[in-house]
């Protein structure tokens, strides 16, 4: 039987760490001086990396791991700031779509764009149909959500900025959580037609955590996210 080729991206280590204890077989390659993990697990084969946080970072590094693994499906895993009322510390979001937070090309040049989405792109970039179907017929906890998430090169921590934005320009998304990468990962994912997913679980609520709650609950939710992957890729065929 073919392994399918699961590629797992995370921003910092202690989102990654969950995985690197699953993987049998495990090996390491460094391309262009960044480190791959390479492992089995179940009939899968999981390459694993941590990109740094940020955009670019995300972006970069995705790039590379999509030129080199060609995986057949991508999962970004990780942390997030929570910002839907609805949402407790250490709940998971799985992202139905992510749009940018911090683009505008809102000008007269541009009066077709809305504010979030560049020029000869969508507003948002969109998690594999397929996957995302199957993994909302499994029988998850309560405190799974799906929506929308938000990224941009800032840790949030001003809800009435965020409630702002969310209210002019994303009304219509759904818009649950805040992040620093996956919508860049997800628009290199949109531009090598690369499939993927992006799980995140809670580690603060945006205006309502103070630091000692980031460092408390960030290492547990990074956790979360990856006992819900891993549900994932037991149960579901991808």
Known sequence: MKQNIIAIICAMDLELDGYKKILSNLSSEV???????????????????????????AAAITLLMIEHYNPDLLINSGIAGGYARCLKTLDVVIAEKVVYSDVDMTTDAFTNLRYGQLQDFPLTFDSNKQILDKVKKLK??????????????????????????????????????CDMESCAIAHVCYLTNTRFIIV??????????????????????ASNATQIVNYILKEIEI
């Open 200 to 221: 995140r679980s809670i580690s603060d609520l945006i205006g309502s955590s103070d630091a000692f709650d980031y460092q408390t609950f960030a290492p547990v939710a």
């Open 140 to 177: 998850l906890n309560n405190n799974i959500y799906f929506g929308t998430i938000m990224t941009g090169d800032q840790f949030v921590t001003d809800y009435d900025k965020t409630d702002n934005i969310v209210s002019n320009y994303f009304g219509d998304l759904n818009v649950l959580a």
């Open 31 to 57: 391309i262009i001086g960044h480190e791959f993990l390479i492992g089995d697990y179940l009939n899968n084969k999981l390459v694993i990396t941590k990109c740094g946080i940020g955009k670019v970072n």
